[in-house]
């Protein structure tokens, strides 16, 4: 055995070491040396030829050797520096890449991205970040928002005329799982004009497909608002729709089981074009209230759905950029992705993209490769219920 293939394992004092070194500022505060961490020994991973991000770069030199270190213990530092050089750079043209405004079934950004090799990798990624950052908890007296914005059709075939109308729903949880949860749900007047102009639906139809959905605000213990409340929400009740404390707490961590468990959802005997397990998973993460090591589980169950691909390395979500895993059934009339932020583990949204002229309402003039629905979330802590956030 060589030299050059012999590899000492780092311990925990020693890698704390080498990045202090590197960013010296950051020793008081913790977290920004684990997410660090976590970066060097992703790079660490790539140097020992394991799946790991790949970006182009201009070649790094060795930094100088600081004072007192260890020359046995240089060459680790250097080489895993550089490869932290290279996944920053990846990660920051990720984030600056990427097409504006509405999503669009491909990405448009002319600027290099990250590029992912399979679904598994980018999965793993998600995973991966999730397990070390994990869930922030909801400070004492506090709530977590969950802000979800969907974008749905609304068309009509006798007047010819068709648009994505957006919703605003919003839900405040308590520190206090079993506490009172405040629900709202709300139309925005925003619209996206897919055939026809407001002078278009100006009939009494149109007028009534326009009102399609509705408004209101309930309030319940643990979440568990009435079922016509969940159904104004594009939700139902059930453990993966508006999951209870306990219900969490029972799904398996396992991918596997977790996968084999929601295969055997009713709601795919029901639906089967709904998107299968992907969809299923993506009910589960929008409710906002998934645990980071369940999310884990989630994300790792997800990589396991036949015939997933990554739709687009870049993909924007009403302004937020995640990479697109989706899922055609076997008709291919249509895309159902999923956009996760692989760099923080958290889920963005879901999309669904019509590839027949038309689409599902049959509207002549909906051109192929049009998104017909989506939905982004955010989270954020805010004070009080009822009260959104800056930034929001």
Known sequence: MTEDNVHRLWTDEELDEGLILMRPGELANRQPLAEARNTLLNAVRSLEGRDTLVADTDPVTEPARKPGLPAG????????????????????????????????????????AVKFASVQQALDKAADMIHVTGEAPIPAGKFRYTETRGWYLVASQEHQFAFLAE????????????SEWLLKIGQTGNKQWLLGNEQTATTTEGQNVNGIRQSGEWRARGGQFPEKALIFAGRGAGEWSAPTKQQLADLPRDPQQLYDLM??????????????VLAVAATLLKTGVVPADLKEAVYRAVAKVPGLKITAQVA???????????VTPPDGTYLYDIIVDCDTG???????????????????GIKADTVTSYSSVRTAITDQAGTVPAGN
């Not at 295969?263 to 299968?276: F, M, Q, S, T, V």
């Open 263 to 276: 295969l055997k959802d009713p709601y795919l005997a029901n639906k089967p074009r709904g998107g299968g």
């Open 167 to 178: 919703e605003l729903r919003q839900i405040w949880q308590p520190s206090d799982f079993d």
């Open 73 to 112: 213990r240089r060459w680790w530092l250097s080489a895993a520096a550089a490869a932290v050089v290279v996944v920053a750079v990846g990660a920051t043209v990720a984030s600056t890449g990427g097409d504006h405004g509405a999503p669009s079934a491909q990405p448009t950004s002319s600027v290099p």
């Open 316 to 326: 924007n979500l009403n302004g937020r950029k995640g990479v697109a895993l989706g």
């Open 346 to 364: 958290e889920f963005i949204g879901e999309r669904t993209t019509q590839f027949t002229p038309g689409g599902d309402a049959g509207i002549e």
